[in-house]
């Protein structure tokens, strides 16, 4: 089975720009989490999504955004870049949410704000 | 609030020792555990899952148990290697009634195997 990809792997941009970054789940899984990682801050959860719908939302700006869609590929959209928004940000798919439900993280995306 | 801590932040063994990777939650409503291993720059790898009903669990030289009255969770590493070195990252899964969950992670322990 494949893993959880994640595309671009890399992403440089500036302040003020908005970028959408792309997470494609293992087959069959139908919850994907996204999160933040930052040396500061560490992993932080950003939102969840199941069957298309956003089931929870951590505490990030509206700027921060998401969807998924029917095939459980999600995408999350970032508007209006600021410098601390720079960070490896993952996403996690597993089948549900189920106490026994590994959750498997994609390798990530690097995205750097200039 | 969920928070969670893992004790020590760095360690560095020479080859061969066993050794222990301590974490700590505050709230004991957890579905459950989780241990991750993250290299360089990459993304997280999962080890082990310890449903919140259970006391331990084992894969290999890896073996993690899970205390929730304390809020404490132990992972154990038998027999240290080199391709042991990345950091371990432990993180429990909060779940909000109707509304999903999500994984409340540590800053994780850097480990260094020497050979």
Known sequence: KAGVTQTPRYLIKTRGQQVTLSCSPISGHRSVSWYQQTPGQGLQFLFEYFSETQR???NFPGRFSGRQFSNSRSEMNVSTL???DS???LCA???GLADTDTQYFGPGTRLTVL | KQEVTQIPAALSVPEGENLVLNCSFTDSA???LQWFRQDPGKGLTSLLLIQSSQREQTS???NASLDKSSGRSTLYIAASQPG???TYLCAVLNMIYNQGGKLIFGQGTELSVKP
């Open chain 2, 30 to 32: 957890i579905y459950n």
């Open chain 1, 82 to 84: 600021e410098l601390g």
């Open chain 1, 93 to 95: 798919s597993s089948p």
């Open chain 1, 87 to 89: 960070a490896l940000y």
């Open chain 2, 84 to 86: 042991d070195s990345a």
């Open chain 1, 56 to 58: 929870n939302k951590g």
């Open chain 2, 60 to 62: 290999g030289r890896l």
